[in-house]
């Protein structure tokens, strides 16, 4: 055992070091070489998704609108690109075989090309034979024999086929699963309707509960006026007035600390359970039913005139993506769900991809 003054000499020699500058930057220089690589790592990765996300959306614009692809596209994902877009050409050429049978409506092409975008971008050997394009687009009508009439308005024994355009997004799915033999997931369906939304409106929908700092003006929501959407109901019914809790804009921080933040939409309190109404006719573009979100669970809706309504904090949803819903139908149930202090209904109302105040479309 070592004796007191060797023990003391050692304690001196310890506290010495420890409260020596140059100790504690060298310790704190081989704690940095060890974390470093790692740091790096996790840089590279937000790097590596943040450009994965660019590039899709580029892609997008690309095989959609054209233009010329940057020399800094890697050489697979600009294949990738131009083989999309040769498939375009395929499918207009399926649809303008289709469209002089079509009596009343018409075919939604871009519809056609953002799922045939999410079902097939990235696929080995795309390209497919003339019958395989026409017999994707042909999951998107429905052939009708009818019944030739003569001048005075009597049926012959004539007839004709016309083609009738399918609305309903799951009627097509169903019938998409069946001809391709294989099952559309509902990432499939989501990544489709996302690709829709921003090849007419230029902006992806929303998804989550985060609020972009793009979306901000001054520390002031963007509150231009929308002249459409005249149509618009109260999602629960006519007393919404009475049930309003928290307001559109800026507004103090509901969970306590101090400080505000910005609200993007309308909050309406009313007992869990409560029915839902979708606002407009429109296409359920997402469902979020399970999981965290800052919305909670939450449908949002494609009117397709560039507004979409978002109704959050569900305790149940009831609806599923691409089911065409009308005014007034119970898409969900009141809940507190998600980023929420209590039972209510958050109302969002996007206008080109602008969060707006919806206040200016109640009734």
């Known amino acids: 055992m070592a004796d007191p003054a060797t023990i003391t000499l050692a304690v001196k020699a310890a506290i010495a070091a420890v409260t020596d500058k140059r100790t ?13 690589p790692f740091i790096l790592i996790i840089v590279m990765i937000m790097s590596l998704l943040s450009g994965t996300a ?8 690309l095989t959609f609108h054209g233009g010329s692809i940057s020399s800094q596209v890697p050489a697979e994902y600009r294949q990738y690109i131009e083989d999309m877009q040769g498939s375009f050409s395929d499918l207009d050429e399926a ?48 052939y009708e024999e009818r019944t030739v009439t003569d001048a005075d308005g009597n049926e012959t024994e004539e007839t004709y086929t016309v083609a009738v355009p399918i609305t309903d997004l799951n009627e097509i799915y169903a019938s998409l699963e069946s001809s391709l033999e294989r099952t559309i997931t509902e990432e499939n369906k989501i990544n489709a309707a996302q690709i829709y939304s921003r090849v007419l409106y230029g902006h992806g929908l929303p998804r989550d509960g985060s609020i972009g700092e793009d979306e901000w003006s001054g520390g002031v929501f963007d509150g231009e006026i929308y002249t459409g959407g005249g149509d618009f109901a109260s999602p629960l ?40 109404q979708a606002a407009r006719t429109g296409v359920v573009s997402y469902v979020k039913d399970s999981g ?66 919806p206040r200016q479309f109640l009734p």
């Open 24 to 36: 504690w930057k060298a310790v704190g220089m081989v704690i940095a070489a060890i974390l470093t």
């Open 237 to 276: 019914g006519a007393n919404w007035r009475s049930m309003v809790t928290s307001e559109f804009g800026w507004r103090p921080n509901p969970f306590g600390g101090g400080g505000g933040e910005g609200h993007s939409g309308l909050d309406m309190g009313a007992p869990k359970g409560t029915p839902i």
């Open 292 to 357: 965290s979100s800052g919305y909670g669970y939450h449908v949002v809706i494609d009117h397709g005139d560039g507004m979409v309504t978002l109704y959050g904090h569900c305790s149940k949803v009831y609806v599923r993506s691409g089911q065409t819903v009308q005014q007034g139908d119970v898409i969900a149930a009141v809940g507190s769900t998600g980023r929420s202090t209590g039972n209510h209904l958050h109302l969002e109302v996007r206008i080109g991809g602008k969060k707006v105040n």
């Open 95 to 142: 649809v303008s075989e289709i469209t002089p049978m079509i009596e009343s409506g018409s075919i939604d092409s871009t519809r056609i090309k953002s799922i045939f975008y999410s079902l097939y971008f990235g696929a080995e050997n795309l390209r497919m034979n003339a019958s395989d394009y026409r017999a994707f687009v042909d999951c998107f009508v429905r």
């Open 54 to 61: 660019e590039h899709n959306n580029s892609a997008v614009d």
